[in-house]
């Protein structure tokens, strides 16, 4: 995670219209944003135009962040997480307004049910608890790695910054880590 201090400094350059400093803000933060809007929509695509939009608005806007109300991060997971669900509201108006719509012949258009069905879910449900024991075999550096890079949409720098170890034992540990879970899942098939 970037720096509370290094991260309200550049917020007030981007409010300058300092494109360095925007850069900066982006790269620091990006990653851990990216990873907050898929969290909320599912679907990367939706994530990636949430993600850019809420840079936009950071842009367009950094002159309204007050460092004595929030810390930075949380400044930006507000605007993410607010152009998540914006899209997520976009996206049920749409299926909301074309179940009602008719088509051309006058019959009512149906929609197919996109949710998974109950076997659908309980395969879900037995696949995650799979991955669940193969991620609690792991050792304690390969599991929390894991966890920081794939769960929490962190880059290995910033898994290296949050574990304080070194950049190339986090590489090495997420690369054992998924060798090694998905030698456990293989062999829990």
């Avoid at 550049?10 to 900066?24: I, M, W």
């Avoid at 049910?113 to 193969?134: F, H, I, K, S, Y």
């Avoid at 962190?154 to 290296?160: G, Y």
């Amino acid at each position: 995670m970037p720096d509370s201090a290094s991260l309200q400094q550049d917020l007030s350059r981007v409010a300058l219209g300092d494109r360095a400093a925007f850069q900066r803000v982006y790269r620091a933060t990006s990653a851990h944003l990216f990873g907050v809007a898929l969290r909320i929509l599912n679907r990367r695509d939706l994530a990636e135009d949430a993600l850019q939009e809420a840079f936009v608005n950071v842009w367009h806007n950094a002159g309204s962040y007050q460092a004595a109300a929030s810390q930075p991060m949380t400044w930006l997971i507000a605007i993410v997480r607010n152009k998540a669900l914006d899209h997520l509201r976009a996206a049920q108006r749409h299926v909301a307004s074309s179940i009602d719509e008719e088509s051309e012949d006058g019959t009512t258009v149906e929609i197919a049910d996109e949710r998974p069905n109950p076997m659908q879910l309980m395969v879900q449900a037995t696949e995650g608890m799979r991955v669940r024991a193969c991620m609690e075999k792991l050792d304690a550096s390969h599991r929390q790695s894991l966890a920081l890079a794939y769960y929490h949409g962190l880059s290995h720098s910033e898994v290296a910054e949050q574990m304080r170890a070194p950049l190339g034992s986090v590489k090495a540990w997420v690369r054992r880590g998924l060798e090694r879970l998905k030698k456990c899942l293989e062999s829990a098939e």
